[in-house]
């Protein structure tokens, strides 16, 4: 069965969303196995420009099945406002959607819980996107307080929601006296209202119920039956919890580590791994970023890019590409080839750097430091290129692109070693060039 993946290679908003819906039409299903209603995708076709957040990018072919794995963290009422969406500008979701029993159901408390986790944690902030992703995972690795997506039709749930909302309103109590640093806690609403959830959360049920299967045996059942599958990777590698840049990561394995655990289909069915690296660097939220360019061509990059987060609309920090962060997450990930995305946007830049390794405290580090404090310290050893000032978001094929533009290609694969195998010199699906 040829189990095939897309994943992010740097800091997430690598137009995955892209490669994904490109991609889709050679496969049977698409699978979303890990993060939540924090991710953003974009596809664009036909002119239109679509969002997504927790739906698989395939659902915009009318043959294949989505599927949101045990492994995802859902928000209901985000669900529902995108399945709402879709299907008003006519997009079939009804027959091409499934959604996991195993995965873990977000509340209003783990909204409440990361803001207050991250506005007054005592350091830097994570700057999450404030979703409750974390603390809907952390729930669900200690157990006695997680609700999944079955037990919402099962008869303990109105009971559950009472007695977790009990224990979150009296740890509520607690945070507010001794973490009120910097944050007002009376802005935010935190005393739960146990039966209002319960109302809330009944009725989103009864909406999400013809979606609502075991998606493990569905796909278990789809890898004993040869079917095509591809997993949607979310985020990107270097926002890994256990191998990205800790304690600035999201709360999932985003680096490909996490297919198997979060959909249920075995490592040995996985035969391709594709990373999406943009051509630059971008990164949200706080945590060290040696090639950050907090500069004019940083600015440049942003306003060309548009650099701005499609789930908050944050400014995206902006930075040369980072080969020593892609090699890491590219050998991390176990991939096949790589798909270099944004190429168009680097148009007009006299020179272009391209990071190789680092120098912390005078040593020189190929690798990429496992703690961030070392990171914070390295200085980047940068290979400069020269730029062009074509514009190339016409050219279709690999031929036709300026001389300049094919020697930064050829040297990002040289210095992730790894083949390029597909530019995408714009956000819609014809501006993409296959390499051979
Ligand atoms: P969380 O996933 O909301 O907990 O956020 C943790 C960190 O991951 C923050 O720095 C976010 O900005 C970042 N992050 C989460 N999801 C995405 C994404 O889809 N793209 C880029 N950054 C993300």
Redesign the pocket.
Known sequence: MPGAAVIGLQ???EAKGKIVDILTDRNDIVVRYQ??A???HTVVFGGENYKLSLIPSGIFRSNVQSVIAGGVVIDPKSLLDEIDSLTARGVNIEKNLIISDRAHLIFPWHKIE?KIM?TANGHEA??????G??PCYQDKVSRSLAIRVGDMFKSEFHSRIEYITGIKNRRFEVLSRYLNRGINLSDLDIELDAKRIVDEYSKLAERMRPYICDTTNYLLDAVDADKRILFEG???SL?DIDHGTFP?????NSSGGGISSGSGVPPKFISKILGVVKAYS??????PFPTEQDNEAGELLRNKGNEY????K?P?RCGWFDAAAVRYAARLGGVDSISLMLLDVLSGFDILQICTAYNINGRIFNHFPSHTEDLRLAIPIYETLPGWDEDISEIKNYDQLPSNAKYYIKRISELVGKKVEIVSVGADREKTIFLT
């Open positions: 800091w997430g908003d993060g939540g924090n991710a953003g990361d991250d994570i700057g999450t996107t404030m979703r992703i974390g979310a985020q990107g926002l600035f990561v999201t709360s999932s971008t990164r949200v939220g706080g945590g987060g499609t789930v908050t944050r995206r």
